[in-house]
């Protein structure tokens, strides 16, 4: 701790103010200093991280297992600070054995590659430090806000709607599932569920875990999520939905949400929207999609290498992305050559869209949208706090928007899409996308070729599930011990690229 | 957008690879153009928000209505993206609208004022851009959370525990809602409420509105929320909350769980923990501390105005904070001297404590902490998805702890935490806790001074309540239209304070 000055010299000065021991009007800190630190600190993000970024040559990551890691860092918190150059190889040191999620072969979970227009964005949001709850003290990135939702609205094809920025996508679906709950009996609000029938929603046998997440957080409980059967390409079957749906009526329950899902964890299949809406019509049930595109990440396909196959359930899924910087439109909606994966989303009532993944916006990005402009989200989440949300303010207070959201403060995550999205048009996020569908068509096409490799099946988006069977194997036979044996090749190849 | 290169130009290249019209190999974006614009939008960065901060002589916001701010700022989202200065300029018009949290003057909710250490830390964090669910992913982080967890049970005084860092302290609170639900009856995960007792929760009239929004969203509803009468200080008084624990069950619901608040948002009352705590052992329930701190940030005591009086509720309250840079224990904890005020805490079962407000981590810095070590905190949140939690890796996976979460991308904020202790030591965090506390007396002996001002009570932590009253009303007799014109002189003063 530099930042110390003597209390001595401090006392000695005219007009020093004691109280209980501390001096009130004495320096405490050198600005000067910090500002240095803060300086130095950004020559060594730069450099370290910025820099390096698109460089293959670097490693992705320093690999040290949990205990050695442990001894090599520093990270018992002492009673005395350290100095400004010992906290400056503490960064040093954790950027060096931290991942570089920028770096080309970053082949892990949900995204990768840098966008240097969000990550402008992202420094701003920290330099300022802002909360969006009121207008008062975050009127720029209320605003934002606003403008982002509306466009995104646009995108999905509503003619009007609401919306939120939220701590991730698992949240986000969280959101709609008591949005729809709200929608079907308001009084739980008050009186919550205890006596009421059993309320049951309904999402594919391949939709994302936080589906489970959200019902049991939401007391609504895990085995009232009823999972729909898919076909081969893993998308919801909309006749199995609808004997679940006519089942959970016999049974008495109350069947209230569908969760149709636009882009699985592992096939990246899309359930066929338009006739899920159908039968949401008929049932005057809820029906949300979940665009949050979830997988990993493929950085460069045309270095195609066995190292890159990654274990998912039973297959190893890729989404390809393109060479240097990939940003898909949080799903293909922002492309007019592939939107008609998602046709029939604008019969949904609410969708989740999370640009920090494909949209590289950086984590967390993510927008719960809303088709009611009845103000729903609001009536639904309202707690109507006194000291934050005063109704007697000298501006238009439907511009303090916290009172939707289950959090106090919020972070401006609209603001770095909105940044990117300035910076690079629709027509940039739309190259993007259709360049990362080219490169999944690449992919698919080595894979054909080359020995060795297996493709599951045909893919209808970016994901693409194959099998790398590495020469030991392939004249091994069909059975427990071969697929044993093929389940630790990924395990093997995330060492590979960390050496 | 100036990363485009001449499609025509690609084509004639060697090897050119086309797919569905797009040429793949070929760069798609200029990467020294981008960390130019990086390093560029860095140095407004600096110059404009950081150089800045602690100048009183800047303004904290270029106030702007909203209608007004839209005109003003170029916010629609284009077919076509902007070239680098434009870009660069809607960085600059970004934070000169914004308001500047850090500056002496920020006189609104929660925090004010800027920590170097913690700044520096969100900025690596944003730049590597990283996802705390896995080791794999994030070796650094999670290790870091997990010596900072250790670090914070140590100042509650629990020989071990459990916790987790999560977006924001009413979803801390949630947290330990659904984890005393879950405790209390753990098949609620998976049967949801229907058909059980009604559940209740006590808190105190003065808690925080996250108490409701939590019931709310948890399925439990708000009126099962049973808060329980103050005395004048604003303190949950524990006779009444056996009172209360009583009426549940002669009605027949199930009492389980208690959360007192450590600083309560106006008066920043203590709740009588060790009391609390006896009455909780008694009838076995769940005891949850929010000790997340809330109020108004007084930045310069030393310069005291009528301008810094702001309303909540009936009265002014406002938290004395030190002249340059403010940061609390996130409570009294970290202080030898006032962790008195929370005597009884190590007897929760649950705690909230959020580092960002009063240490000034930065929005969002919060965790949830648990007595419970029986990996609880796992087994009511996890989901077990098969695609990031496999059991068979390489290394230890209980390092892998997002499935504690609800969330499945997740920011590592204990990172900033961290940086910042190392930074201060133990010592400086004590001695800023110490000089809050010292500002706050030193301004109650000011008001008491002071023609005008009129002291609600003596504090006992940071938050002094008093009015300022205007001479216009100074010699006005008690009444509707007095309170009436006296609420209006807090709208009012917000205004001083953007001009």
Same mark, same amino acid.
């Given at each position: 701790?530099?930042?110390?000055?003597?209390? @001595?010299?401090?006392?000695?000065? /005219?007009?020093?103010?004691?109280?209980?021991?501390?001096?009130? +009007?004495?320096?405490?800190? &050198?600005?000067?200093?910090?500002?240095?630190?803060?300086?130095?600190?950004?020559?060594?993000?730069?450099?370290?991280?910025?820099?390096?970024?698109? &460089?293959?040559?670097?490693?992705?990551?320093?690999?040290?297992?949990?205990?050695?890691?442990?001894?090599?860092?520093?990270?018992?918190?002492?009673?005395?600070?350290?100095?400004?150059?010992?906290?400056?190889? *503490?960064?040093?040191?954790?950027?060096?054995?931290?991942?570089?999620?920028?770096?080309?072969?970053?082949? +892990?979970?949900?995204?990768?590659?840098?966008?240097?227009?969000?990550?402008?964005?992202?420094?701003?949001?920290?330099?300022?430090?802002?909360?969006?709850?009121?207008?008062?003290?975050?009127?720029?990135?209320?605003?934002?806000?606003?403008?982002?939702?509306?466009?995104?609205?646009?995108?999905?094809?509503?003619?009007?709607? &609401?919306?939120?920025?939220?701590?991730?996508?698992?949240?986000?679906?969280?959101?709609?599932?008591?949005?729809?709950?709200?929608?079907?009996?308001?009084?739980?609000?008050? /009186?919550?569920?205890?006596?009421?029938?059993?309320?049951?929603?309904?999402?594919?046998?391949?939709?994302?875990?936080?589906?489970?997440?959200?019902?049991?957080?939401?007391?609504?409980?895990?085995?009232?999520?009823?999972?729909?059967?898919?076909?081969?390409?893993?998308?919801?079957?909309?006749?199995?939905?609808?004997? @679940?749906?006519?089942?959970?009526?016999?049974?008495?329950?109350?069947?209230?949400?569908?969760?149709?899902?636009?882009?699985? $964890?592992?096939?990246?299949?899309?359930?066929?929207?338009?006739?899920?809406?159908?039968?949401?019509?008929?049932?005057?049930?809820?029906?949300?999609?979940?665009?949050?595109?979830?997988?990993?990440?493929?950085?460069?396909?045309?270095?195609?290498?066995?190292?890159?196959?990654?274990? #998912?359930? /039973?297959?190893?899924?890729?989404?390809?992305?393109?060479?240097?910087?990939?940003?898909?439109?949080?799903?293909?909606?922002?492309?007019?050559?592939?939107?008609?994966?998602?046709?029939?989303?604008?019969?949904?009532?609410?969708?989740?869209?999370?640009?920090?993944?494909?949209?590289?916006?950086?984590? @967390?990005?993510?927008?719960?949208?809303?088709?009611?402009? $009845?103000?729903?989200?609001?009536?639904?989440?309202?707690?109507?706090?006194?000291?934050?949300?005063?109704?007697?303010?000298?501006?238009?207070?439907?511009?303090?928007?916290?009172?939707?959201?289950?959090?106090?403060?919020?972070?401006?995550?609209?603001?770095?899409?909105? *940044?990117?999205?300035?910076?690079?048009? $629709?027509?940039?996020?739309?190259?993007?996308?259709?360049?990362?569908?080219?490169?999944?068509?690449?992919?698919?096409?080595?894979?054909?070729?080359?020995?060795?490799?297996?493709?599951?099946?045909?893919?209808?988006? #970016?994901?693409?599930?194959?099998?790398?069977?590495?020469?030991?194997?392939?004249?091994?036979?069909?059975?427990?011990?071969?697929?044993?044996? *093929?389940? @630790?090749?990924?395990?093997?190849?995330?060492?590979?690229?960390?050496?």
């Amino acid at each position: 701790m530099e930042f110390g000055v003597c209390k @001595q010299e401090m006392l000695q000065k /005219k007009n020093a103010v004691l109280v209980d021991g501390v001096i009130l +009007n004495g320096p405490i800190m &050198d600005s000067k200093a910090g500002e240095k630190f803060v300086e130095d600190a950004c020559k060594i993000i730069m450099e370290e991280v910025v820099q390096k970024a698109d &460089d293959v040559t670097e490693k992705v990551c320093e690999w040290q297992a949990p205990e050695k890691l442990k001894q090599i860092l520093d990270l018992e918190m002492r009673d005395t600070g350290e100095c400004h150059q010992k906290v400056l190889q *503490l960064c040093r040191d954790v950027i060096k054995y931290s991942v570089k999620t920028n770096h080309p072969r970053f082949f +892990n979970q949900l995204y990768a590659g840098i966008d240097y227009y969000s990550l402008v964005a992202r420094f701003i949001t920290e330099a300022l430090n802002p909360s969006v709850y009121t207008y008062e003290v975050s009127p720029v990135f209320l605003l934002v806000e606003e403008a982002v939702i509306k466009k995104m609205i646009e995108f999905i094809g509503w003619e009007e709607g &609401d919306g939120i920025f939220n701590p991730g996508g698992s949240v986000s679906n969280m959101y709609a599932m008591n949005l729809a709950r709200y929608k079907f009996c308001p009084e739980i609000k008050e /009186k919550g569920l205890s006596g009421l029938p059993r309320l049951v929603l309904f999402a594919s046998e391949e939709c994302h875990y936080s589906m489970k997440k959200a019902a049991s957080f939401l007391g609504i409980g895990t085995e009232n999520v009823y999972f729909i059967k898919t076909d081969e390409r893993g998308k919801m079957i909309p006749e199995e939905l609808e004997k @679940q749906v006519q089942r959970a009526r016999k049974e008495g329950s109350a069947p209230f949400l569908v969760c149709a899902t636009a882009g699985t $964890t592992v096939l990246g299949a899309f359930d066929p929207l338009d006739k899920i809406a159908d039968i949401c019509e008929k049932h005057g049930l809820w029906f949300h999609v979940d665009m949050v595109e979830r997988g990993m990440w493929l950085e460069s396909v045309l270095e195609l290498r066995p190292a890159v196959t990654l274990k #998912a359930k /039973k297959y190893s899924t890729i989404k390809a992305k393109s060479k240097i910087q990939a940003s898909w439109g949080g799903s293909a909606l922002i492309s007019r050559k592939h939107r008609r994966l998602l046709h029939g989303i604008h019969r949904a009532d609410s969708v989740a869209w999370n640009p920090h993944k494909m949209l590289l916006a950086g984590i @967390q990005c993510c927008a719960l949208l809303v088709k009611d402009n $009845t103000g729903l989200l609001k009536k639904c989440y309202s707690a109507e706090a006194a000291y934050l949300f005063q109704q007697d303010k000298f501006y238009d207070v439907s511009y303090d928007t916290g009172d939707k959201s289950i959090q106090c403060s919020r972070r401006p995550d609209a603001f770095k899409f909105w *940044l990117m999205w300035k910076a690079l048009g $629709t027509t940039g996020l739309e190259e993007r996308v259709n360049r990362a569908l080219a490169l999944a068509r690449y992919l698919v096409e080595e894979i054909k070729k080359r020995e060795g490799f297996q493709l599951l099946l045909e893919p209808e988006y #970016a994901n693409v599930c194959f099998w790398y069977i590495p020469p030991s194997l392939r004249k091994m036979e069909d059975g427990p011990e071969f697929w044993q044996k *093929l389940h @630790q090749v990924s395990v093997m190849c995330y060492l590979r690229f960390t050496d």
